[in-house]
């Protein structure tokens, strides 16, 4: 993110006068936290300050470079975290990796929607991150199959709501048409067209009328959970300004594309009710790994586990986990571990 110049300059000046002009935009009395910092760090001016920010890139000896010469700098201290034992398997050997654990986070990083009665910090998190898990073939190997295989039906990404995408994936039919014109020069480029007519989407909209509304859910809990299922989660309307577009210029549009349970970005809510899409083995597998890659007795120590919070009737389960853990103990897992932190 460029800066916008010395203070006094043109440079400057055009940037303050656009900063004053969008901070009267209306909004909601009072953001929810993760919006209001979506909106500070987002913000081109003022630049946000990264000073509370954590940056693990920090802790590298061998990323130095790369952290003097980027843009971006936060702090190595910004959290409390311990580094832990890590190890992958990879090609028959135990690469080593690094992996720290938040050994406690302020209770405004955990202020999400999912969350209420957040404490002002919450002890015994259990939040490990790691930093540079993947190799840089792995990260390769993942974007590949991420754009061929996973962004296409039965998945839903970005463009499914406006355009009438084929079923095999904009990235198999790329992949078709640049093989032909590799035969045929004149081979024309496949256009993908709006999903709907203009006329009725036109229609549609100005019925619905209004400007986009800020959701701002209930936070979710068990207790409300039946409620927030059953939630109406509509069809979202097609934009009415979408034009037709050749395959070069919407691939760079796919922004996202769903695995699992299909979250309804409308509500901010997910469709349990909707048929279940398993978890693709390469990703469920790259999930299990960073699992049995980490030796959890140092993050659930000293009776860690059991302050943290409820894990239910049979206790804590974690020295279970290189055998238990699937991709459905990892989605539910990670719902009732939020619902349990969010009550502790």
């Known amino acids: 993110m460029p800066h916008p110049g010395e203070v006094g300059s043109a440079a400057y000046k055009r940037a303050w006068r656009q900063h004053r002009k969008s901070a009267k935009t209306?909004?909601?009395?009072?953001?929810?936290?993760?919006?209001?910092?979506?909106?500070?760090?987002?913000a081109r001016f003022p630049p946000p300050s990264l000073e509370q920010v954590l940056?693990?890139?920090?802790?590298?000896?061998?990323?130095?470079?790369?952290?003097?010469?980027?843009?971006?700098?936060?702090?190595?201290?910004?959290?409390?975290?311990?580094?832990i034992s890590c190890s992958q398997a990879e090609?028959?050997?135990?690469?080593?990796r690094r992996a720290f654990h938040f050994v406690d986070l302020p209770g405004e990083y955990l202020q999400l929607e999912l969350f209420h009665e957040i404490s002002p910090t919450l002890k015994y998190s259990g939040f490990v991150?790691?930093?540079?898990?993947?190799?840089?073939?792995?990260?390769?190997?993942?974007?590949?199959?991420?754009?061929?295989?996973?962004?296409?039906?039965?998945?839903?990404?970005?463009?499914?709501?406006?355009?009438?995408v084929l079923p095999n994936g904009l990235w198999r039919e790329w992949e078709a048409y640049t093989s032909r014109a590799a035969n045929d020069s004149t081979t024309p480029e496949p256009v993908v067209q709006p999903k709907r007519e203009e006329e009725e989407i036109s229609a549609q909209t100005e019925e619905e009328g209004g400007r986009r509304q800020l959701i701002n859910n209930t936070p979710?809990?068990?207790?409300?959970?039946?409620?927030?299922?059953?939630i109406p989660k509509p069809t979202p309307t097609p934009s009415h300004t979408t034009s037709p577009l050749p395959l070069s210029s919407i691939l760079?549009?796919?922004?996202?594309?769903?695995?699992?349970h299909f979250y309804h970005w409308g509500t901010k809510s997910y469709e349990f009710d909707r048929k279940y899409i398993p978890i693709p083995?390469?990703?469920?597998?790259?999930?299990?790994?960073?699992?049995?890659?980490?030796?959890?007795?140092?993050?659930?120590?000293?009776?860690?586990?059991?302050?943290s919070g409820d894990w239910g009737v049979d206790g804590p389960d974690w020295k279970d986990w290189h055998e238990t853990f699937s991709e459905f103990t990892f989605e539910y897992w990670i719902f009732n571990r939020l619902i349990c932190l969010a009550s502790s």
């Open 26 to 42: 209306p909004v909601s009395e009072v953001l929810p936290y993760i919006r209001y910092q979506e909106k500070y760090f987002k």
């Open 55 to 83: 940056d693990l890139a920090t802790r590298f000896d061998d990323r130095r470079h790369e952290v003097d010469a980027g843009v971006w700098k936060g702090s190595p201290t910004a959290v409390n975290v311990e580094e």
């Open 91 to 96: 090609d028959g050997r135990n690469i080593p």
């Open 129 to 164: 991150i790691l930093p540079g898990f993947l190799s840089s073939r792995q990260q390769r190997d993942l974007i590949r199959a991420c754009l061929r295989n996973h962004a296409r039906a039965p998945n839903e990404n970005n463009l499914n709501i406006h355009y009438s």
């Open 220 to 230: 979710a809990s068990v207790e409300n959970f039946e409620e927030m299922r059953a």
């Open 252 to 260: 760079p549009k796919l922004r996202w594309s769903n695995i699992g």
């Open 281 to 307: 083995e390469d990703i469920r597998n790259i999930c299990q790994d960073a699992v049995n890659s980490l030796k959890w007795e140092e993050v659930w120590k000293d009776g860690a586990d059991h302050k």
